[in-house]
């Protein structure tokens, strides 16, 4: 019998979390592999050619096509600014002119003799893409971008609007059933992205926006708010072009009382730097809206499992603290580490260790019933 499986939403409280960050045309990569990078930093840049411009001059001057390369004043690959002179017609023995002015900024690309007409080509537009994340550069392409890693707590949503957004995350919520009123949002929220619980009031919304707030995450919205919000009824197609502020639902539509889970992992990460998405699909190739919290400054299990490994573990020499009984409690330090097994009055056959405590006292114990204090 076949089966239908639905993708659960995650909620990570410690993720490697690792993204491409590509360039939409062939560019330069500002860091190399190794480098530590925070959000907002520009790790990779391109140009984009400019807009182009045309200038009928033959019309502005009133001569035929075929006169038009005669009457340029300036040559193809040649840097004009708006209201320069580009071509010139003179009449009556050279006692009138008449003039036609570049109407913007750019470099000649073509003169045409067959329509007349003058392209201009504007400055190249650039683009920048950010890290996005604090984190570690891991892999570079060359010329197309670069992977960014990093170890955080990963949230995603059900439903999302906005584009990428980085601030500090804020608590603006008792509990996962509080409403987020326009009450509760002040002043110094600006650049912020705020933590509510069960929904955010349209008038909320609005004034998030007036404040300057980034970002807002919250259980629920109700549609009709998001159609008024937005000025338009979303279809089918991926968001996350939108612009203002991005807004993160983690349960549905309506009041929806954000899950206790997610609460309460959030809102232990309130006061560090977060970054979000509000892009979404939920056609194929899904896409869901997200909350990346980079773990900095807090000792994740990945850097535990890190000291693990470079722990030389027990040793002669090395200061233990007895976790079984008899010696419970009791410190020392290992004089000798038998390779033998010894029989254990259990009649088990274990490792054993030789430690001398504190007070003197010289004992054999099992490897198991000691822990290592690493200094």
Same mark, same amino acid.
């Given at each position: 019998?076949?089966?239908?499986?639905?993708?659960?939403?995650?909620?990570?409280?410690?993720?490697?979390?690792?993204?491409?960050?590509?360039?939409?045309? %062939?560019?330069?990569?500002?860091?190399?592999?190794?480098?530590?990078?925070?959000?907002?930093?520009?790790?990779?840049?391109?140009?984009?050619? =400019?807009?182009?411009?045309?200038?009928?001059?033959?019309?502005?001057?009133?001569?035929?096509?075929?006169?038009?390369?005669?009457?340029?004043? /300036?040559?193809?690959?040649?840097?004009?600014?708006? =209201?320069?002179?580009?071509?010139?017609?003179?009449?009556?023995?050279?006692?009138?002119?008449?003039?036609?002015?570049?109407?913007?900024?750019?470099?000649?690309?073509?003169?045409?003799?067959?329509?007349?007409?003058?392209?201009?080509? @504007?400055?190249?537009?650039?683009?920048?893409?950010?890290?996005?994340?604090?984190?570690?550069?891991?892999?570079?392409?060359?010329?197309?971008?670069?992977? /960014?890693?990093?170890?955080?707590?990963?949230?995603?949503?059900?439903?999302?609007?906005?584009? !990428?957004?980085?601030?500090?995350?804020?608590?603006?919520?008792?509990?996962?059933?509080?409403? *987020?009123?326009?009450?509760?949002?002040?002043? @110094?929220?600006?650049?912020?992205?705020?933590?509510?619980?069960?929904?955010?009031?349209? @008038?909320?919304?609005?004034?998030?926006?007036?404040?300057?707030?980034?970002?807002?995450?919250?259980?629920?919205?109700? %549609?009709?708010?998001?159609? %008024?919000?937005?000025?338009?009824?979303?279809?089918?197609?991926?968001?996350?072009? !939108?612009?203002?502020?991005?807004?993160?639902?983690?349960?549905?539509?309506?009041?929806?009382?954000?899950?206790?889970?997610?609460?309460?992992?959030?809102?232990?990460?309130?006061?560090?730097?977060?970054?979000?998405?509000?892009?979404?699909?939920?056609?194929?190739?899904?896409?869901?809206?997200?909350?990346?919290?980079?773990?900095?400054?807090?000792?994740?299990?990945?850097?535990?499992?890190? !000291?693990?490994?470079?722990?030389?573990?027990?040793?002669?020499?090395?200061?233990?603290?007895?976790?079984?009984?008899?010696?419970?409690?009791?410190?020392? !330090?290992?004089?000798?580490?038998?390779? @033998?097994?010894?029989?254990?009055?259990?009649?088990?056959?274990?490792?054993? *260790?030789?430690?001398?405590?504190?007070?003197?006292?010289?004992?054999?114990?099992?490897?198991?019933? /000691?822990?290592?204090?690493?200094?």
């Amino acid at each position: 019998m076949a089966t239908a499986y639905t993708p659960g939403l995650k909620v990570l409280t410690e993720a490697v979390i690792r993204k491409d960050r590509l360039l939409p045309l %062939d560019g330069e990569v500002l860091v190399k592999k190794g480098d530590k990078v925070k959000a907002t930093d520009i790790v990779a840049e391109t140009y984009l050619p =400019g807009n182009v411009v045309t200038v009928n001059i033959a019309n502005k001057l009133g001569i035929s096509p075929e006169d038009v390369p005669g009457a340029m004043k /300036v040559a193809i690959g040649e840097k004009v600014t708006e =209201g320069q002179a580009i071509a010139e017609m003179k009449s009556f023995f050279g006692l009138l002119s008449n003039k036609c002015e570049s109407s913007t900024d750019g470099t000649v690309e073509n003169i045409s003799s067959v329509t007349g007409q003058v392209i201009l080509r @504007e400055a190249p537009l650039p683009v920048q893409v950010t890290s996005y994340l604090d984190g570690l550069v891991s892999e570079v392409y060359p010329r197309k971008g670069i992977q /960014v890693e990093t170890t955080a707590t990963f949230v995603q949503g059900i439903f999302g609007i906005g584009r !990428e957004a980085h601030g500090e995350l804020v608590l603006r919520a008792e509990d996962p059933n509080t409403i *987020l009123e326009a009450s509760t949002i002040k002043p @110094e929220d600006k650049g912020k992205i705020l933590l509510g619980g069960s929904i955010v009031t349209a @008038e909320a919304l609005k004034k998030a926006m007036e404040v300057g707030v980034v970002g807002i995450v919250v259980g629920g919205f109700n %549609d009709k708010d998001l159609r %008024d919000f937005l000025g338009y009824d979303l279809g089918v197609a991926i968001t996350g072009n !939108e612009e203002g502020i991005t807004l993160i639902v983690t349960e549905g539509f309506g009041k929806m009382r954000m899950a206790q889970a997610t609460f309460d992992l959030l809102k232990s990460r309130c006061g560090m730097m977060a970054s979000i998405n509000g892009a979404t699909q939920i056609r194929a190739g899904v896409i869901r809206p997200e909350i990346i919290i980079p773990l900095t400054g807090v000792k994740t299990q990945r850097d535990v499992d890190k !000291e693990k490994e470079k722990s030389p573990g027990l040793a002669i020499g090395s200061r233990i603290r007895a976790i079984r009984e008899p010696y419970f409690g009791r410190l020392g !330090e290992v004089i000798s580490m038998p390779a @033998e097994l010894r029989k254990l009055e259990t009649e088990a056959m274990v490792r054993v *260790l030789e430690a001398k405590f504190d007070d003197g006292t010289i004992a054999v114990i099992p490897r198991a019933n /000691v822990e290592l204090i690493e200094t």
